[in-house]
């Protein structure tokens, strides 16, 4: 071993023992999202007891029982980049797994992946009883083995959607001995939520993640009427649309609605035509929540030109997400 590999494995081994001594492990961001794609926080740990789910802001975004953070890509298409998942401090590799496929839980039969929920993942150990664990990564991608002693920041593998996922992401987990702790609220005995701790976040992975109660996913048009189904297996991403399409449709996908929200979508033709518009509200709190507006094609062609569709977001007097896009449709 080189001196620059000597001085880098006893750097590792101070911070395992003075983790072992007692000290709480640093954690930096477990994700490098390129700014361009937006990567975002879907859930945090549930600090509900019982049947409901909160998170450490008092918001809804987890689910029951839920024992990590998920790191989240907005779309499918995403995943291809080939995001990368890395060490949030310095440890020891104590399990792994790869070769499960990337596909959405709700089109397989649950019990192939029965013991193996977590996909395709990563664990390590860093000492004095605490454990982080990086799971769904993408097939192809672990880039560790057994036994490694890894580096703050070095890369374990990407984002994928392997095991009991519905959309890509990385469910990040941290315990201390055998018991879940929420990064962004500490290791101090169970508290109120809004009542906040001492995180293990970084000050740069704090600034990274701001919490986000409520945000847009994705937004777009599509020739068809659309499903949410459609959507999250990728069918409209980048979609050219056609005089002849048999409808238009522009559709929104958002986390964290609330139930006194207001949606109000408008579709205009390339001359300001209304084709569609809708003022809408939501039955309850919606981790993920897919609306569209659209109309059926007449008799000829859709006009050729820009197409726009706008939508926003309405809680009380303010508006919390606005929405602008457009698409054009040319001539054969």
């Known amino acids: 071993m080189n001196k620059s590999g000597i001085l880098l494995s006893l750097a590792l081994l101070v911070g395992v023992a003075a983790t072992r001594a007692g000290e709480w492990p640093v954690l930096e961001s477990p994700v490098v999202c390129p700014p361009e794609i937006g990567c975002l926080i879907q859930k945090y740990v549930d600090g509900d007891a019982g049947p409901d ?34 060490a949030a401090a310095a440890g020891v590799v104590t399990a792994v797994r ?23 993942l990563v664990m390590i150990d860093h000492g004095g009883g605490w454990y982080t664990t990086y799971a769904h990564l993408r097939k192809g991608t672990v880039a560790v083995a057994v036994g490694e002693t890894v580096s703050t920041g070095q890369r374990l593998g990407e984002m994928g959607m392997s095991g009991a996922s519905e959309f890509p992401h990385v ?20 508290r109120p939520c809004g009542v906040l701790g001492a995180p293990l976040w970084s000050a740069a992975a704090v600034a990274a993640w701001p919490y986000v109660p409520t945000g847009l996913l994705d937004a777009g048009f599509a020739g068809e009427v659309p499903s949410a189904e459609r959507l999250r297996a990728g069918v409209f991403a980048d979609i050219r649309l056609s005089e002849d399409a ?29 084709l569609a ?42 508006v919390v997400v606005r929405v602008d896009r457009e698409v054009e449709i040319n001539g054969r």
């Open 171 to 190: 469910h990040f987990g941290v315990r201390l001995k055998k018991t879940v702790v929420d990064p962004f609220v500490g290791p101090a005995p169970l």
């Open 246 to 274: 048999p409808a238009l449709a522009f559709w929104v996908e958002l986390f964290g609605v609330q139930p006194d929200d207001i949606a109000w979508a408008r579709m205009t033709a390339p001359d300001g035509t209304v």
């Open 98 to 120: 790869d070769g499960m496929d990337d596909i959405n839980v709700n089109d397989i039969d649950r019990d192939t992946i029965k013991g193996r929920d977590a996909g395709n």
């Open 53 to 86: 789910t909160v998170d450490y802001r008092c918001g809804r975004l987890s689910s029951p029982a839920h024992r990590g953070t998920d790191f989240r890509l907005p779309r499918l298409a995403d995943m291809a980049r080939g995001v990368a998942v890395v």
């Open 277 to 318: 518009e809708r003022l809408q509200g939501f039955d309850g709190h919606l981790a993920r929540s897919f609306r569209f507006i659209g109309k059926h094609r007449g008799g000829g062609p859709w006009p050729t030109g820009i197409y726009r569709g706008a939508f926003e977001l309405r809680r009380g007097d303010a």
